[in-house]
């Protein structure tokens, strides 16, 4: 007899044993197909790992897998084997895990079958001219379809504006023509759509170094913004796509606007497959499949993309490589970062993680010669790196947190005819409301936090939980009406700089004035045009965009993370603030970056505002060194959380003493109550645990999920570990 092992999306640490179909010749099955099987009262998809000749679940309770869905794997072997490592590293259920690395619509059991899209573009011998002057709509989607000589796609040009009935009047007339987008291996010898820039010397030998590497390496491509790391990045991958190969490009989130996407699409003639998530799960299992088959030759994707197969694998390159984008926070907490180097050198590759402000651990790697370290110092073509002022608003008067020496500047550079960009990294109009009389504040039910108070729509928030309600016209506690707002949000600002400006355009951009569709692409348009303009936003402003125009930058709390209980905070706050910096007078302007503290003489802050992030990361290199966190200790997190207080705490308590004289070589701390105890009407609780080794921090761990697994109170409270944690909350 012989049984099939299934992986299954279940929480369960273990594989799944079932019968064969009947008149299924097992012999023809082959490891990595997906299968249909029943689970409990369900039907999942699984994966087949092993054919086995034993089973220790009795005959009686067995059950037959109900459908075969592949004929064959429709993932590579090496792809399943970075999903099983991950598993094992991040101590997550293997099914779960292995599940995850495939594209929605296949793990839902969709068929595995791609399916193509259609093109359209201009028919042969025929012009604009051949539209009457008048048709304004016909002439200028005509006009739209010329500029795409590889085809376009209706989605594409809907996007930019186009009508359905346009296109159909075109396609009446014969002017315009559907094809069927067939991915083509792309001709070696007319890769280029435009030529690429002469590279400046830094620029020259980061791109010698990586391409003279023929199999696995990673380099840090270390440089401000603006410095030309894209650049780099494109002949690179230039070089790949010469040998034919294929390149992976993984960026953040919120950097995968279609700006980043452009200059790729105007550098190569080759077929891009872009993985974003406007895309319809066949849609993004068409582009994986465009991948795996070696149909694309540069794919663009945000965090799940790691696990995209590449036939021809040539080049890995990771943009902004410290983001936190790219560990994922909940379910399976895997780092597309940490799994991207796994990944290149299993396949033997060269890798390039790229930052103007690179992860303490990759800076750290460079230091431990794991990583080759590639710094690129000046900013590419004429662009001068931006000025710091740290400005000391102890005791000033503040007008809604900004200082007036501030908005003298404002005012300055306005006059000449440039922008300003404003940072507040919280949204809403004021972070808390208070009664005046008795100092009761309007706090969440559900968390141990603060609702922000919203005018637009007015309402309270809680940023935690989500839950809303009306503003209170009376206080809870004492019934007064002298309920004030305190401190300043997005909203706030801008009804501020609105006051101070009136003849300015205040543009604001975060998660509430974006969130219709077209909103960020409007702001950006208006900001694009060049006059004066005060942009207010959190940090959405901060990544993927470039503002030529913006010559001052405003930190209005650059003291936020100062004093964060998370290890991360300082690094953290550094980061934000080189990347907001970074957004100003990349063009001829120089730029000037003005940070309001009330800390100006913290040693990090002085350090950063003066002598750049590199010289502030060996320094909090060597204070993590000093207080033994990570990099140069390795953690993992185990939470609880439970329905009341001191429960989860006592469940992770048990955990500590069942295994505190087990492990040598592991340090314990905690538990200890979350920073934000109650969040969602929840209360959460956390335990440490570190080493010194990796090796003996993932041998403990294996043993101790086993443990927490079986311990009789894991089935009524939800617990979760995450190694390698981003996050400390
Ligand atoms: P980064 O990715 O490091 O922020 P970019 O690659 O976006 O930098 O480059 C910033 C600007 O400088 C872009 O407009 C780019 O076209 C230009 N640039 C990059 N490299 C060069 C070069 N070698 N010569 C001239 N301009 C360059
Ligand atoms: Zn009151
Ligand atoms: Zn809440």
């Keep these: 007899m012989t049984f099939l092992r299934v992986a299954i999306p279940s929480p369960l640490r273990r594989l799944f044993d079932y019968l064969p179909p009947e008149h299924v010749n097992t012999k023809t099955l082959q490891p990595g197909i997906r299968v249909k099987v029943p689970f409990g009262r369900r039907e999942l998809t699984g994966v087949l790992l092993e054919i086995v000749p034993e089973t220790n679940v009795p005959l009686k309770k067995l059950k037959s897998v109900i459908e075969i869905l592949d004929s064959a794997p429709l ?27 495939f594209p929605v619509y296949l793990r839902k059991g969709g068929e595995g079958v791609a399916t193509h899209s259609y093109l359209w ?40 504006g186009g009508q359905t009935s346009t296109l159909t009047s075109l396609e009446a007339k014969q002017l315009v023509t559907k094809y069927k987008c067939e991915y083509h291996l792309p001709d070696i010898s007319r890769l280029l759509k435009e030529a690429p820039l002469q590279l400046n010397t830094e620029q020259e030998n980061a791109y010698q170094t990586i391409t003279k590497h023929h199999n696995f390496g990673v380099f840090l491509l270390d440089g401000i913004t603006g410095s030309g790391k894209t650049e780099v990045y494109l002949q690179a991958i230039h070089e790949a796509l010469k040998k034919g190969l294929q390149a992976l490009i993984l960026v953040p989130e919120i950097g995968l606007t279609p700006q980043t996407v452009q200059r790729f699409q105007n550098r190569f003639h080759v077929p891009i497959a872009v993985l974003h998530s406007n895309l319809t799960d066949k849609q993004r299992f068409n582009a994986w499949m465009h991948a795996s088959q070696g149909e694309a030759s540069i794919i663009i994707g945000t965090r799940s993309a790691i696990f995209t197969p590449l036939k021809r694998p040539g080049i890995i390159i990771i943009d902004e490589e410290h983001d936190s984008s790219f560990k994922q926070q909940e379910g399976f907490r895997y780092s597309a970062r940490d799994l991207a180097v796994v990944r290149a050198h299993a396949e033997q590759i060269p890798i390039v993680l790229g930052s103007a402000t690179p992860s303490l651990e990759s800076l750290h790697n ?30 000033l008067p503040l007008n809604n947190g900004l200082s007036s020496i501030l908005i003298e500047q404002i ?101 509430d004035s974006t969130s219709r569709k077209g909103a960020m692409a409007k702001i950006m348009e208006r900001v694009n045009e060049g006059s004066p303009c005060i942009l207010v936003g959190t940090q959405m402003l901060a990544k993927g965009h470039h503002f030529p125009k913006v010559t001052l930058v405003a930190i209005l709390d650059a003291d936020a993370g100062l004093f964060s209980t998370d290890f991360r905070g300082m690094e953290r706050t550094a980061q934000m603030i080189i990347q907001v910096a970074g957004r100003a007078g990349r063009a001829e302007h120089s730029g000037k970056v003005i940070l309001q503290t009330h800390h100006a003489e913290h040693p990090l802050l002085t350090l ?26 390795h953690i993992a997190i185990i939470r609880a959380e439970a329905t009341y207080s001191g429960r989860a705490e006592g469940f992770l308590q048990s955990i500590r003493d069942q295994h505190n004289q087990i492990f040598p070589n592991i340090q314990w701390s905690g538990p200890f109550p979350s920073p934000m105890e109650k969040r969602a009407g929840v209360f959460r609780s956390q335990l440490l645990i570190s080493s010194h080794s990796r090796p003996f921090l993932q041998h403990s761990l294996n043993h101790l999920c086993v443990n927490i697994e079986a311990h009789p109170m894991a089935t009524k409270i939800r617990w979760s570990i995450d190694v390698d944690p981003y996050d400390m909350h």
């Design 121 to 160: 573009k201009v028919s042969p011998n025929t012009s604009i001219k051949d539209i009457p002057i008048r048709a304004h709509q016909q002439q200028a989607l005509y006009q739209l379809i010329a500029e795409h000589p590889q085809g376009i796609s209706k989605e594409a040009l809907l996007a930019e």
């Design 366 to 395: 460079c230091a431990q010669n794991r990583y080759q370290h590639l710094t690129l110092r000046a900013r590419a073509g004429n662009a001068i790196p931006p000025e710091f002022q740290l400005l000391d608003i102890k005791k």
């Design 75 to 101: 993932q590579p072997q090496y792809i399943r084997d970075l999903a099983l490592w991950a598993a094992d590293y991040y101590q997550h259920p293997t099914g779960d895990a292995l599940l995850q690395s």
């Design 411 to 511: 005012q300055h550079h306005i006059e000449q005819g440039t922008q300003v960009l404003v940072f507040i990294n919280r949204r809403g109009f004021a972070p808390s409301l208070i009664c005046h009389d008795c100092g009761w504040l309007a706090e969440c039910r559900r968390c141990d936090a603060r609702m922000t108070l919203h005018q637009q729509p007015a309402h309270l928030h809680c940023h935690h939980c989500d839950s809303q309600r009306p503003i209170p016209l009376k206080c809870d506690h004492c019934g007064s009406r002298a309920l004030k707002p305190v401190g300043a949000g997005t909203e706030r600002t801008e009804q501020t700089l609105k006051e101070l400006f009136p003849k300015t355009p205040i543009l604001r951009v975060d998660r």
């Design 608 to 633: 950063l505002a003066t002598q750049g992030y590199d010289v502030f990361a060996q320094e909090e290199l060597k204070q993590r060194h000093q207080y033994q966190l990570p990099p140069y200790q």
